[in-house]
């Protein structure tokens, strides 16, 4: 078998793994699941993913279950949750998917004895790389 003369081809500085790879998003992610049970009212829990996310799913596992996921922790409201920038999920297998990319969520009980499950749908490029979500529609 020959071998490939790979100086034949183009090697492009800057185009491999990254936030603004198209590629990086259309492969399968990686599977990552996570998640809390018997959180009391008003308890934060931040959840971390090792990678930056393609998507992120939700899921309400507690059958009284009322859980407000934000991009940002309310600790430090900006406008979190006055701003309406909270989604919600109820009641046991209540569900909701963020197609976005993102290295970490908050998940907020809104009543006792509230639990969820995350699954994050990973990408190859690393958290460093994703910028803080604040802004409009986040924090303002």
């Known amino acids: 078998m020959a071998e490939i003369d790979d100086s034949k081809f183009i090697s492009y500085p800057g185009h491999g ?4 790879n198209v590629g990086s ?3 399968s992610g990686h599977p990552y699941l996570t998640g809390a049970s018997d959180m009391y ?5 931040q959840v971390v ?3 930056v996310t393609k998507s992120v799913t939700v899921t309400a596992s507690g059958s009284n279950s009322v859980i407000g996921i934000t991009f940002n922790s ?8 006055t701003g309406k ?3 919600y999920v109820q ?6 998917t963020f197609d976005v990319k993102c290295k970490e969520i908050w998940c907020h009980a809104l009543n006792a004895t509230s639990g969820f499950v995350v699954y994050g749908s990973l990408t ?3 958290t460093e790389r994703m910028y803080i979500l604040t802004g409009s529609g986040l924090t303002d």
Do not use: C, M, W
């Open 74 to 81: 309310t600790g430090s409201d900006g406008g979190v949750i």
């Open 41 to 45: 009212d008003g308890e934060e829990k």
């Open 91 to 96: 009641g046991l297998g209540g569900t909701f």
């Open 124 to 126: 190859n490029i690393a």
């Open 25 to 27: 998003y259309q492969a």
């Open 17 to 20: 793994v990254g936030l603004r």
């Open 85 to 87: 920038h909270v989604a």
């Open 49 to 51: 993913f090792p990678f």
